[in-house]
């Protein structure tokens, strides 16, 4: 927790309960969870929030590179907390997102790709995940 404070701080985000309350909520599982999902877990300590609420705390993490945002389905986006480079890989069987691992990607390391910079990479994989095979 303490790191989130100095995390949030930095990024001179104010601390708010909702605001902590919505970052807990994403790191504590380190999963990917839609923005519907987040307002279920903390709309019972915060009656008072709405969705709107919620969708804007993450909307602002992702701008101050705080929390993740990723479209592997069409319909929904998700958040997840942590935001170094990764790849994703979705199960069409069971739903879930998995993390994928990737060695350095020579044009990430060097932040540049013909000429271009890069500042964000998402690699989306779709099939059937090791579980369900
Ligand atoms: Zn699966
Ligand atoms: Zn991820």
Same mark, same amino acid.
């Given at each position: 927790?303490?790191?989130?404070?100095?995390?949030?701080?930095?990024?001179?985000?104010?601390? !708010?309960?909702?605001?902590?309350? /919505?970052?807990?909520?994403?790191?504590?599982?380190?999963?990917?969870? !839609?923005?519907?999902?987040?307002?279920?877990?903390?709309?019972?300590?915060?009656?008072?929030?709405?969705?709107?609420?919620?969708?804007?705390?993450?909307?602002?993490?992702?701008?101050?590179?705080?929390?993740?945002?990723?479209?592997? !389905?069409?319909?929904?986006?998700?958040?997840?907390?942590? !935001?170094?480079?990764?790849?994703?890989?979705?199960?069409?069987?069971?739903?879930?997102?998995?993390? /994928?691992?990737?060695?350095?990607?020579?044009?990430?390391?060097?932040?540049?790709?013909?000429?271009?910079?890069?500042?964000?990479?998402?690699?989306?994989?779709?099939?059937?995940?090791?579980?369900?095979?």
């Amino acid at each position: 927790m303490e790191e989130v404070f100095k995390k949030l701080k930095e990024k001179h985000i104010r601390l !708010t309960p909702q605001r902590l309350a /919505v970052y807990e909520a994403l790191a504590r599982e380190n999963k990917h969870l !839609t923005v519907e999902e987040i307002y279920g877990k903390i709309k019972k300590r915060f009656p008072a929030v709405s969705l709107a609420t919620v969708y804007s705390i993450l909307e602002l993490y992702r701008k101050k590179g705080i929390a993740a945002e990723i479209r592997i !389905t069409f319909n929904r986006s998700c958040f997840e907390a942590r !935001t170094d480079s990764h790849h994703h890989f979705f199960c069409r069987e069971c739903k879930k997102i998995y993390d /994928v691992e990737l060695r350095p990607c020579p044009a990430l390391q060097a932040a540049q790709v013909d000429g271009h910079s890069i500042e964000e990479l998402h690699g989306y994989f779709y099939g059937i995940c090791r579980e369900c095979r």
